[in-house]
């Protein structure tokens, strides 16, 4: 009768152990485990060079562009500066030509009246 019972639990235990012992030893990698690892790794590679070669194009392009934004925008200061000093020129010679007509307009006015004082202007 013991031995009724232990034979059913037999293939219970023999499948729990094969199964343990499978499960607990981690399979070896492969020769083409490792070739795959060994391309993944040169294409992240690749990729992380070609990545930085793209990121250096395009800091190249800014700068180059960058440089003639700076190199127009410097002219353009230094001519508007040149034409700053002459609106200057311009706007103090323009308040001399005021002042100046205000005053023959004044000193005529003055000279009319006591030219003609029965004269009036007004």
């Known amino acids: 009768m013991k031995l009724l019972k232990t034979v ?3 293939p ?3 499948g729990a152990v094969i199964v343990t012992g499978c499960a607990s030893k981690p399979a070896e990698p492969t020769v083409a485990d490792r070739m795959r690892g060994h391309a993944a790794d040169i294409q992240r590679e690749a990729d992380l ?3 930085l070669a793209q990121q250096w194009e395009q800091g190249g392009a800014l700068i180059a562009t ?3 934004r ?3 925008g410097e ?3 230094r001519e508007a500066e040149r034409e700053m000093e002459k609106a200057r020129a311009q706007v103090a010679r323009g308040r ?3 002042s100046e007509g205000e005053q023959l307009v004044e000193d005529a ?3 009319f009246r006591q030219e003609f004082p029965e004269l009036k202007l007004n």
Do not use: C, F, H
Request: hydrophobic residues 35%.
């Open 8 to 10: 059913p639990l037999l």
């Open 70 to 72: 700076v190199d127009e």
């Open 49 to 51: 060079k070609s990545s």
């Open 12 to 14: 219970i235990a023999i």
């Open 109 to 111: 006015e003055q000279k």
């Open 75 to 77: 002219r353009r200061m």
């Open 96 to 98: 001399n030509e005021v």
């Open 66 to 68: 960058g440089t003639r």
